[in-house]
């Protein structure tokens, strides 16, 4: 199995970050894009350096390399996370402006019909960033908003952040050992 995982400048770092760690233990190869402002976030809101982050990953790849593998339709995957995604990139991939590797990326997978799901983060959400994930949506694209759930009666961070990323990789067919799923709870 083969995945992109981009990381992009919203707030929740943390997220894109575990979503390779659980990968990483299952031996599935990843494809990293970290942006610019993604590594400002990965740095200012977590203990990792962004090297570190990469090194987590099978294949690193440039956010302004579009002479990657990953930026071609040839090269087959499973899909691609964008974890955190902000909402101009989300804007970028809504409206097909490919002008970096992650929105590159993105366009590929949705012109391949490939599986790609957002994790967006921003509060209040805007008409412009509603209609952007309406219109991503209605494309097939799974818009999963960075929103925790407490029926699972989280107790720490870690619950939320574990929590989110099971039902994450879970539309991938992967399986976490956190996945608590509400009839699980009873
Ligand atoms: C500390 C910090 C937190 C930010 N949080 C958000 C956020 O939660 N959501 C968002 O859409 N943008 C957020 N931004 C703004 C984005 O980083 C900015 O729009 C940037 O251009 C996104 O570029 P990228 O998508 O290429 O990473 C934040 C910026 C900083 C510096």
Known sequence: MRLVVAITGASGAIFGIRILEELKKKDIETHLIVSKW?????????????????????????????????????????GMIVAPCSMKTLAGIAIGFADDLITRAADVTIKEKRRLLLMPRETPLSPIHLENM?????????????????????????????????????????????ARRWKDLF
């Not at 962004?50 to 990657?68: P, Q, R, T």
């Not at 619950?159 to 067919?173: E, K, P, W």
Request: no cysteine; charged share 20%; net charge negative.
């Open 38 to 78: 993604g590594g400002f976030t990965i740095e200012q809101e977590t203990g990792f350096k962004v090297a570190e982050v990469e090194k987590m990953a099978s294949f690193s790849h440039d956010v302004n390399d579009l002479s990657a593998v990953i930026a071609s339709g040839s090269i087959k995957t499973d």
């Open 134 to 178: 309406l219109k991503l949506s209605r494309l097939g694209v799974i818009i999963m908003p960075l929103m925790p759930t407490f029926y699972t009666r989280p107790e720490t961070v870690d619950d939320i952040i574990n929590q989110t990323v099971s039902r994450a990789l879970a539309y991938f067919g992967v399986e976490t050992e956190h």
